[in-house]
């Protein structure tokens, strides 16, 4: 099925740890993004990219690192796990300003 | 910057009761509108959404109205369900640069439906 995968769909890391999550999606779609999702609190935007190779901050990008070396991949990288980064993490799709496709979620804790 | 506010939840509504989520939204230009839903342990999907002023989007009993003079897109449901009870998300996508479009979302507004 067409959409966006994201693996894993959980984590447990220790602090200090590094790890990627994955995001990848086949609609060929320009922008991709990486949210947060903590209660309470909605939906933070982490970093965006408007396509190959271009890549900007969100909201909430300390701690985080990502690059788009293709239209298909957008990894978010956690540098050095802390246990704030406890959260529910979800990449996101789109073309224009039709609507976005999101992938299942990552929930990550951070021990 | 452009903004999303919307109402604070939680709602909880009986079976059958009428359903009314606000939500304002500040912008530049002409953005897309959109109600995305989440259902526990899932991710966001789009419930419904509207592309200019006036249109009106609707799906599963769901609407919402584009309104510009209001800066509103709030959604309305006639008779809510207990499978309904999820969080409903505001958003909107404005143009950032090229083809691409960034969207800013609302804090969530979780709908608790009860028998």
């Known amino acids: 099925n067409a959409g966006v995968t994201q693996t894993p769909k959980f984590q447990v890391l220790k602090t200090g740890q590094s790890m990627t999550l994955q995001c990848a999606q086949d609609?060929?779609?320009?922008?991709m993004s990486w949210y947060r999702q903590d209660p309470g609190m909605g939906l933070r935007l982490i970093h965006y990219?408007?396509?190959?190779?271009?890549?900007d901050q969100g909201e909430v990008p300390n701690g985080y690192n990502v690059s788009r070396s293709t239209t298909e991949d957008f990894p978010l990288r956690l540098l050095s796990a802390a246990p704030s980064q406890t959260s529910v993490y979800f990449c996101?799709?789109?073309?224009?300003?039709?609507?976005?496709?999101f992938g299942q979620g990552t929930r990550l804790t951070v021990v | 910057g452009n903004s999303v506010t919307q109402m604070e939840g939680p709602v909880t509504l009986s079976e059958e009761a009428f359903l009314t989520i606000n939500c304002t939204y500040t912008?530049?230009?002409?953005?897309?509108l959109f109600w995305y839903v989440q259902y526990p342990g899932e991710g966001l999907q789009l419930l419904l959404k509207?592309?200019?002023?006036?249109d009106k989007g609707s799906n599963k009993g769901f609407e919402a109205t584009y309104r510009k003079e209001t800066t509103s897109f709030h959604l309305e449901k006639g008779s809510v369900q207990v499978s309904d009870s999820a969080v409903y998300f505001c958003a909107l996508s404005a143009p950032i640069t090229g083809t691409a479009s960034k969207l800013t979302f609302g804090t969530g507004t979780r709908l608790q439906v009860t028998l």
């Open positions: 996101a799709s789109s073309q224009d300003r039709a609507q976005a496709f």
């Open positions: 912008a530049t230009g002409y953005p897309s």
């Open positions: 509207a592309t200019k002023a006036d």
């Open positions: 609609m060929n779609h320009e922008y």
């Open positions: 990219s408007v396509g190959a190779g271009i890549t």
